[in-house]
């Protein structure tokens, strides 16, 4: 497994919002978290990203406990991260935010890198020099996770990629991720069955905090799940 999560708990106060999570995620898949708004699966990522310390249970990544390691550890062990907001730098170039990502990370080969951007996302390569702020929604979408394969991760957290995004987007997103398979793994928080489903290697379904039900992939069943999408 690349990521494990054993037992996780999560409490904001003496409110407990995340209790005993555990699951696993194998090299180069894709795992859909799933679950209505208000179930944890923010607060499961931001707790697996180091933003929020967990007050029980373990993760391990690659073989290294970073149950408490800071952020920016985890960030250079390899995981990147696309938040809900995306909260790219709004007053910078398309080519400024993905330039100041890899300036960070020690990223060499930053030419290969950008083709790679590019050959991804073609429209933020015809745009490379416009303001992230002046972006369509789905177009800051993209310049999001852009930014976040400019640090070469291992693994790829995207909270609800689809959120606020025009269909054609959200079909070239899903493309993109297709593609991204295999090359890393990804951990998807997504409320669109469809969308989870057609990438998943395996899936978490959370409700109220807990673990309602798990499993591979090709044994989602829509209606099953479902219920647990619903409000």
């Not at 390569?125 to 992230?132: A, L, Q, T, V």
Request: hydrophobic share 40%.
């Amino acid at each position: 497994m690349l990521l494990s999560v054993e037992n996780l708990s999560q409490s904001y106060g003496s409110a407990e919002v995340l209790s005993g999570i555990a699951f696993g995620l194998g090299q180069g898949a894709c795992c859909a978290l799933l679950g209505r708004n208000g179930a944890g699966k923010t607060t499961l990522l931001r707790t697996i990203m180091g933003l929020l310390p967990p007050p029980g249970g373990q993760i391990a990544f690659a073989g290294t406990d970073i149950t408490r390691a800071p952020s920016h550890i985890r960030a250079r062990l390899g995981l990147g991260y696309v938040p809900q907001g995306r909260e790219i730098f709004s007053d910078l170039s398309i080519g400024q935010n993905i330039e100041i990502v890899m300036a960070a990370h020690g990223v060499a080969d930053r030419d290969a890198v950008r083709d790679e951007v590019v050959a991804l996302f073609p429209v933020l390569g015809e745009m490379w020099h416009r303001r992230g702020g002046d972006l369509s929604g789905g177009q800051q979408q993209q310049l999001a996770i852009a930014r976040a394969l400019a640090m070469r991760p291992k693994l790829l957290v995207l909270d609800e990629p689809t959120e606020g995004v025009q269909p054609s987007i959200v079909q070239d997103i899903e493309e993109v991720i297709r593609s991204l398979k295999g090359r890393m793994s990804i951990l998807l928080v997504e409320q669109y069955y469809d969308f989870a489903a057609s990438l998943a290697d395996s899936y978490v379904v959370l409700d109220r905090g807990q673990v309602a039900e798990q499993g591979r992939g090709e044994n989602m069943d829509a209606e099953r799940i479902g219920r647990f999408l619903t409000v």
